[in-house]
Nanobody, 125 residues
Framework: QVQLVESGGGLVQAGGSLRLSCVASGRTISMYAMGWFRQAPGKEREFVASISRNDNSRTSYRDSVKGRFTISRDNAKNTVYLQMISLQPEDTAVYYC?????????????????WGQGTQVTVSS
């Protein structure tokens, strides 16, 4: 079993920044892709970013966050991060991290098997 715990969410004004962390316990995440997803009220969960194992350069982002969000990982700490800058009200959502089934970054939520409980990000205008 893998437990994922997100932190770092909060309330921020538009244009502000937040850094989310996802700490894994139970098993190492180093062999797996990791992803961030989000779900806004009344909307379906959507992909935000993903990163392949062992390689901070193999990443994927949804178009609306490219250039503003950066996903990274520290396998020694069993932790994945999501640095978010230039936040906008439309980024308001609960953000979830997830562990991939495979090692390659993917946008497909069906290819993730463990999920955290989420952390709330609220961006005010």
């Amino acid at each position: 079993q893998v437990q994922l715990v997100e932190s770092g969410g909060g309330l921020v004004q538009a244009g502000g920044s937040l850094r989310l962390s996802c700490v894994a316990s139970g098993r190492t995440i180093s062999m797996y892709a990791m992803g961030w997803f989000r779900q806004a009220p009344g909307k379906e969960r959507e992909f935000v970013a993903s990163i392949s194992r062992n390689d901070n350069s193999r990443t994927s982002y949804r178009d609306s966050v490219k250039g503003r969000f950066t996903i990274s990982r520290d396998n020694a700490k069993n932790t994945v991060y999501l640095q978010m800058i230039s936040l906008q009200p439309e980024d308001t959502a609960v953000y979830y991290c997830a562990r991939g089934i495979y090692s390659v970054a993917t946008m497909d939520s069906a290819q993730y098997d463990y999920w955290g409980q989420g952390t709330q990000v609220t961006v005010s205008s």
